[in-house]
């Protein structure tokens, strides 16, 4: 299993935006797992889950890593998914429910931490815009390395992401600002 994979095709976005398929790779997160086992998760029928596996494997999201029974045993291809397809029409409505929900969690997580939000919407909608910003901009370096076959260990990826972010930081410095202002730091 690797640990990261960057998905730069929207054809794999397309197949991770269907909802029981990415609920099966939030199950496989926690362990490799059998139809069976994914089955009685999702509460959903045999043939059913075992179809969206199977596209999943096609996709190379998935892989068969051994049989424990008559059951065949599935796990991720890789630890880590790296969303980063060009803007697709099919996809982008995902991406932007995608971006939507990430953007709550870091205001969460922010809360969690104590900092006082001044306008929670206005900071979700600052969030979202940034993000949305950053991975529009990364795309090309991030496809690159993608094509390329480089494989990348999370740690690498974070450090990856934040020097991309740098690279960045002058011409979201308004919106940087704009951030500052909701959050008493």
């Known amino acids: 299993m690797r640990e990261v994979l960057i998905i730069t095709e929207p054809e794999k976005v397309r197949v991770l935006s269907e909802e029981n398929r990415f609920k099966i ?8 797992m059998s139809i069976k086992e994914l089955s009685d998760a999702l509460k959903k029928d045999r043939t059913t889950v075992y179809r969206h596996v199977k596209t999943l494997e096609k996709a190379g999201l998935v892989e068969e890593i051994g049989n424990q029974g008559n ?8 630890r880590l998914f790296l969303i980063k397809a060009d803007p697709d ?11 939507q929900v990430e953007a709550e969690r870091l205001v969460r997580i922010l809360e969690k931490a104590g900092f006082r939000i001044k306008d929670r919407g206005e900071m979700v909608r600052l969030a979202k815009r940034v993000l949305n910003e950053i991975e ?9 390395i993608s094509q390329a076959g480089v494989e990348l260990t999370e740690v ?4 990856l992401l ?11 410095c308004g919106l940087a600002r704009r951030v500052q202002k909701l959050i008493d730091i």
């Open 89 to 99: 029409e099919s996809v982008e409505q995902f991406r932007q429910a995608y971006l």
């Open 25 to 32: 790779l939030q199950l496989l997160r926690m362990g490799p």
């Open 71 to 78: 059951e065949k045993i599935y796990s991720r291809s890789a």
């Open 136 to 144: 529009l901009r990364s795309q090309p370096v991030l496809k690159r």
């Open 156 to 159: 690498e990826l974070f450090h």
């Open 162 to 172: 934040n020097m991309l972010v740098f690279l960045q930081s002058c011409e979201l």
